[in-house]
């Protein structure tokens, strides 16, 4: 990260000078009306705006809450403990230079104190400022649809995405041209910021094989990062054996983290992958439908038709038939 950035964010606020001052704590009614702690986006986003940027606070612990919007948290320099609660059961994560957090709107969490070298950003975020970037992956795909769930809270019960991004530096230069936009405040500056955030996202799943740093698999999404990358990459003929002997991880601890977090299988997956493709070349390509099927991996045509029909409500032919209207109306 650039030095003025740095410079910027280690200078002490307001807020911070108080707590050294009393050695007090966070002042909830900074962030809230409520008794229940849950940060409030009014309290911390201008009238009219969906993203906003602001300087974690330092020097005391963060106490439990929630937000009613959602947080990218991206730890420029230093470290910080994120206790997250999930179904009665809390989880540490400690982010450092250059990772990333995603929390959702039902996630609740706390941060334990932190140093004044420790310095992390806070992207405050609404929901709805979510369509254009997402419209950026170009088409269906299993990771998108994971990055979907964890924004949405569907995935499993974590209700946050852990992102080991340090290293990554397309992604680095993405998130410090959104702080130093954010910073600028210039007029039209939300294109510029939907447009980051989209490339943001399509950078994670292009990169998302190189999430496990050193090619260690140490936590549940490093594995579904992974997992999921190699679905894209193989999924005409991939297996869930081969991918446990590329990850050094057994098949029912694949499996049992998959389910976990995208509610469904490495089958399931990679099927659903099988038939978002078929979609796509049969709404962009003149292939005929056995040509697809065999491309995508099918060998037994009366199992597509049937897997097709599930999932869109329709044969292939109709499929074709009814995205070609759409296109020329």
């Known amino acids: 990260m650039r030095p003025e950035l740095l410079e910027f964010l280690q200078k002490i606020t307001p807020e911070e000078q108080a707590i050294l001052d009393s050695g007090g704590s966070i002042r909830q009614e900074l962030y809230t009306s409520q008794a229940a702690f849950v940060v409030d986006s009014?309290?911390?986003?201008?009238k009219g705006r969906l993203i906003e940027l602001r300087p974690h606070t330092r020097f005391a612990r963060f106490p439990q809450h929630r937000h009613n919007y959602v947080e990218m948290v991206y730890q420029c320099a230093g470290s910080a403990s994120h206790i997250i609660d999930h179904a009665g059961r809390q989880e540490t994560i400690t982010l450092r230079a250059g990772d990333l957090l995603f929390?959702?709107?039902?996630?609740?969490?706390?941060?334990?104190?932190?140093?004044?070298?420790d310095l992390a950003v806070n992207f405050i975020i609404l929901p709805q400022f979510f369509s254009r970037p997402i419209s950026m992956i170009e088409r269906e795909n299993v990771l998108r649809d994971f990055l979907l769930a964890s924004?949405?809270?569907?995935?499993?019960?974590?209700?946050?995405?852990?992102?080991?991004?340090?290293?990554?530096v397309p992604v680095e230069n993405l998130l410090?041209?959104?702080?130093?936009?954010?910073?600028?405040?210039?007029?039209?500056?939300?294109?510029v910021l939907e447009t980051s955030l989209g490339l943001l996202f399509m950078n994670l799943s292009m990169y998302a094989g190189a999430i496990c740093q050193s090619?260690?698999?140490?936590?549940?999404?490093?594995?579904?990062?992974?997992?999921?990358?190699?679905?894209?990459?193989?999924?005409?003929?991939?297996?869930?054996?081969?991918?446990s002997r590329q990850l050094g991880q057994a098949e029912y601890t694949?499996?049992?983290?998959?389910?976990?977090?995208?509610?469904?299988?490495?089958?399931?997956?990679?099927?659903?992958?099988r038939l978002q493709q078929a979609a796509y070349l049969l709404a962009h390509t003149p292939l005929p439908v056995d040509t697809i099927m065999a491309y995508i991996g099918y060998d037994n045509s009366s199992y597509f038709y049937r897997r097709f029909r599930l999932r869109y409500g329709c044969s292939p032919k109709e499929y074709r038939a009814r995205e070609s209207a759409a296109l020329n109306t």
């Not at 410090?176 to 294109?191: H, K």
């Not at 260690?216 to 869930?240: C, N, T």
């Open 103 to 117: 929390l959702n709107q039902n996630v609740s969490h706390e941060i334990l104190p932190t140093g004044a070298e």
């Open 42 to 46: 009014r309290r911390l986003l201008e």
């Open 176 to 191: 410090e041209s959104m702080i130093w936009t954010l910073l600028d405040r210039r007029a039209g500056s939300n294109t």
């Open 151 to 168: 924004l949405s809270g569907a995935v499993g019960t974590t209700g946050c995405l852990y992102v080991r991004a340090q290293g990554l």
């Open 254 to 273: 694949l499996s049992r983290v998959l389910k976990k977090y995208t509610g469904s299988n490495f089958k399931e997956l990679l099927q659903q992958r």
């Open 215 to 243: 090619g260690e698999v140490d936590s549940g999404q490093d594995l579904v990062f992974a997992a999921l990358k190699y679905i894209e990459d193989r999924y005409p003929d991939g297996s869930l054996a081969e991918l």
